[in-house]
């Protein structure tokens, strides 16, 4: 198996495990890198393939049609074709097109992947995300670059807690505070409360104005409250259908899909395995987003009533719906959260 050394780092080795599965599902993948950004990496995809560390072929274009045809011999021809990386560097869908390569192009699947939204990915979870956009918004952004960035953000996670806790996930991390498990018991020891909320906070993306409305965070519960509070948010406003009213919310958009998916599930969990704890935080959250229970109606909402005055809006909205014999609209309200 492939390194982070071999490829050239972290970023490296998550771009190469999306390449691995585009093969793995797709069998012949075709890259076109109008930039040739990618060519150095390629490059050591080609000697770890050498080295028989990669479970599919690798060819890139070297500048020469004829070589590039002759290399593919019976790679890429029948029912049968080998797991193949095709790396085009200097072309896209156009100027691909009048070269020998289109037929291959057109019958295989083509490989896509900005830098910016690699880097990403690839950090989200280990970085919080106000850190990632400033990174990738760095000039001339480069693979090398972005793989020595994310390399040394996590050599510099720290040792004792803050490197046991890399390895758990929020809803682990949950799961103990709520419970006043072994990490719990050890708010009372220095950094480990900062050290829980830091990586409560890059693995679900709180910004610091949530922080700051949750108040006092020296106690494991409280911490529990609001780290629970801000995935419950997250998953409201990204089931409405228009922005979310409140300022606490204003940089839900801008989060990272990772990011939006780690507090989904972690609402989820909660909802399952901590209901009555859920409960008292949904309530909590509420009473810090007075706007959107003003400006909230029935038809913003999507599938998941994570708050009560969700359930409440759309109630009312479908015996409104009932009184005045829309039946149909009534019908949406029911059918969307049952299915849910």
């Given amino acids: 198996m492939t390194t982070d050394v071999s490829l050239g780092g972290p970023v490296s080795a998550a771009l190469e495990a999306e390449v691995r599965s585009q093969v793995r599902r797709h069998g012949v993948v075709v890259w076109l890198d109008g930039s040739s950004h990618f060519s150095n990496f390629v490059g050591r995809l080609e000697a770890a393939r050498a080295a028989g560390d990669l479970p599919y072929e690798v060819r890139a274009f070297h500048g020469s049609h004829l070589e590039m045809l002759l290399d593919l011999d019976g790679l890429a021809d029948g029912a049968d074709r080998t797991p193949l990386l095709l790396h085009l560097p200097g072309f ?97 020891q220095a950094g480990v409360a900062a050290a829980v909320w830091s990586r409560l906070a890059t693995v679900l993306g709180i910004p610091e104005p949530w922080k700051a409305a949750a108040g006092d965070l020296a106690r494991a519960d409280a911490m529990a409250t609001a780290a629970a509070g801000w995935a419950v948010a997250v998953e409201y406003a990204k089931d409405l259908s228009r922005p979310a009213a409140s300022p606490l919310l204003a940089g839900v958009s801008d989060l990272p899909g990772k990011v939006v998916e780690a507090c989904v599930a972690l609402a989820a969990h909660l909802r399952h395995r901590h209901a009555d704890f859920y409960r008292r935080t949904a309530d909590d959250t509420e009473a810090l987003l007075p706007e959107e229970q003003e400006a909230i109606g029935a038809a913003d909402l999507g599938e998941v009533d994570t708050f009560r005055f969700e359930e409440e809006r759309v109630f009312a909205a479908g015996l409104e719906a009932l009184e005045a014999s829309r039946f149909a609209e009534a019908g949406r309200y029911a059918d969307a959260r049952l299915g849910a």
């Fill in 92 to 188: 896209n869908e156009t100027t691909v097109a009048t070269t020998p390569l289109y037929e291959l192009y057109s019958a295989g699947v083509r490989f896509r992947k900005r830098l910016d939204t690699l880097v990403t990915d690839a950090a989200s979870g280990q970085v919080r995300p106000e850190r990632i956009a400033e990174f990738v918004a760095t000039p001339d952004l480069t693979l090398d670059m972005a793989d020595e960035w994310l390399a040394e953000c996590q050599s510099g996670s720290g040792s004792g807690v803050a490197a046991e806790l890399r390895a758990r996930s929020a809803s682990d991390i949950l799961d103990d505070l709520v419970a006043s498990g072994p990490l719990a018991r050890r708010f009372d």
